[in-house]
């Protein structure tokens, strides 16, 4: 931090309890949190993929500076650009005709050209860029070195629908080996949306052909798509954070309509996933700083496609105490959930299962078993605000349900709780209202009339 010779020093403020404030805690709270995916990233593969309007944007130059960063820290970058607007004005500036059919461009002898020309000029625009390396600017000491070439070996796309596409191609085969030769060797890797062909020839690409082709072929750990198209969101417009490929494709075939380069980045995505790319994510491209932000965050930014679970569901430990009592306690003190003090919460842990995300704990359910008369209690239900209203409650409900299904040793045939506010949702769980004079004895003794809870039972299916 710097100060002024000429301001009068200020008086450092003390936090209530004495203890010194330390003033730029964001930032030290923030590259602190960034710590376990720093480690996480280093040595993986990631491939990133970015459209020919980001390049033209202001904050493509800061976007690079964060590609630089990345490669700092260890990651194995391949970078994937378009072209399409550059293509574009290319056209435009020689008065050629340019059709695009299917989302696909028919590139004929002129197109293709003007498709070289555009697609020459970015490459050497971005190995420009990134040999940037003044004093006091973000590059300085990066000493990045870019390779390209020709990696990606090409097809036609033939004649489809009765429409020639001519010079316009899909990718056959990505040189994998040399790629890895030049990740190990300290490179990033950057491929154009060209490919050549044994014949010599050379195939318009798309952009997400490529990427994906790489991704998959390459055994990349990510692919990260940057796009225009703004965010996924839900029918409530919040941010879709996460996805499966079954649920993506669902969106894709619903009656909504997603922006094109979104509809064409989701399928690649899921392409991707299953053909074993283990997740994949789709960021707004018009925020600076989206791509450190979805990588260094516990939430990201962007929405991830992945498909395997990313929430853990898990026996609680003695070591989760700390991250229960956050979650709960503010439910205790509205007096949602009874109130269990640390020491009832050492004691009763094996009760516990706990939905954990990135090391937090995001849900909490315990069950309480009276073994000798087949029923149990579900108590202590909660899932973190934030996380609220995204299947996780009926998740973790399912996971113990599943759980108890399971253990034919300790057959329990009905399952209840006592709820002062969540009736509804039980119910829908398939509970049903019951009568206090339905709980062990022993339960009916703990009850507090105080809370007047209500009482929800489930008579478990025993096949
Ligand atoms: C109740 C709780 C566990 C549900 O978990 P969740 O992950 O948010 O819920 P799900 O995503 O599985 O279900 C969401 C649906 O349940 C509804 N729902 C959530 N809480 C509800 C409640 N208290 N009563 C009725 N419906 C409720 C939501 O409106 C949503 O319905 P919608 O999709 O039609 O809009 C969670 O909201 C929570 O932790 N609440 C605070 C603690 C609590 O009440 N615990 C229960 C103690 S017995």
């Not at 490669?71 to 607007?85: D, F, K, T, W, Y």
């Not at 952009?207 to 790489?214: F, H, I, P, Q, R």
Request: a neutral charge; one cysteine or more.
């Amino acid at each position: 931090m710097t100060t002024s010779s000429k301001a009068a020093p200020k008086k450092r403020r003390r936090s209530p309890a004495n203890k010194p404030v330390h003033e730029p805690l964001s930032f030290v709270d923030q590259f602190r949190g960034a710590a376990p995916y720093i480690n996480a990233h280093r040595g993986r593969t990631f491939v990133i993929t970015f459209s020919g309007t980001l390049i033209k944007e202001n904050h493509f130059h800061p976007f690079l500076q964060d590609i630089a960063l990345l490669h700092s820290l260890g990651v194995r970058l391949i970078l994937v650009h378009g072209a399409r607007p550059q293509i574009d004005d290319r056209l435009q500036d020689f008065n050629v005709e340019s059709e695009i059919i299917n989302g696909l461009r028919v590139t004929n002898d002129e197109v293709l050209l003007c498709v070289k020309e555009s697609v020459g000029n970015i490459r050497i625009d971005l190995e420009g860029a990134f040999s940037t390396g003044l004093p006091n600017s973000p590059m300085s000491g990066a000493n990045i070195r870019i390779a390209s070439g020709n990696f990606v070996t090409a097809r036609p796309l033939g004649v489809r629908g009765g429409i020639d596409y001519q010079h316009t191609g899909e990718v056959r085969r990505i040189d994998t080996a040399a790629i890895e030769k030049l990740l190990s060797g300290g490179f990033i890797v950057l491929l154009s949306p060209l490919g050549t062909s044994p014949t010599g020839e050379v195939f318009n690409l798309s952009s997400e052909d490529v990427a994906t082709s790489a991704a998959i072929q390459l055994n990349a750990d990510k692919m990260l798509s940057l796009i225009e198209g703004g965010e996924l969101l839900d029918q409530k417009k919040r941010l879709l954070r996460q996805l499966t490929p079954d649920e993506a494709e669902k969106i894709l075939n619903s009656r909504r309509k997603l922006p094109e380069q979104m509809a064409r980045h989701l399928i690649s995505a899921i392409h991707a996933c299953r053909q074993g790319v283990p997740r994949t994510h789709i960021l707004s491209s018009l925020q600076s700083g989206s791509l450190l932000q979805e990588l260094f965050t516990r939430d990201g930014i962007g929405t991830m496609i992945s498909a395997d679970h990313y929430d853990e569901i898990r026996a609680a430990t003695i070591e989760d105490i700390g991250g229960i009592i956050e979650l709960i306690q503010p439910l205790e003190e509205e007096g949602i959930l009874v109130t269990r003090s640390r020491e009832l919460l050492e004691i009763e842990i094996d009760h516990f299962t706990v939905m954990e995300r990135d090391g937090t704990i995001i849900g909490v359910i315990a069950l309480y078993p009276y073994h000798d008369q087949k029923i149990a209690e579900i108590a202590g239900l909660a899932i973190h605000p934030q996380y609220q209203n995204s299947g996780r409650g009926e998740a973790l409900l399912k996971h113990l349900e599943h759980r108890l299904n399971k253990d034919s040793s300790h057959p329990v045939e009905r399952l209840f709780v006592l709820s002062t506010r969540t009736a509804h949702w039980f119910q829908e769980q398939g509970y049903d209202p019951a009568k206090l004079s339905d709980l062990p004895v022993e339960r009916q003794q703990l009850y507090n009339y105080k809370r007047n809870s209500k009482v929800f039972m489930r008579t478990r299916n025993r096949a």
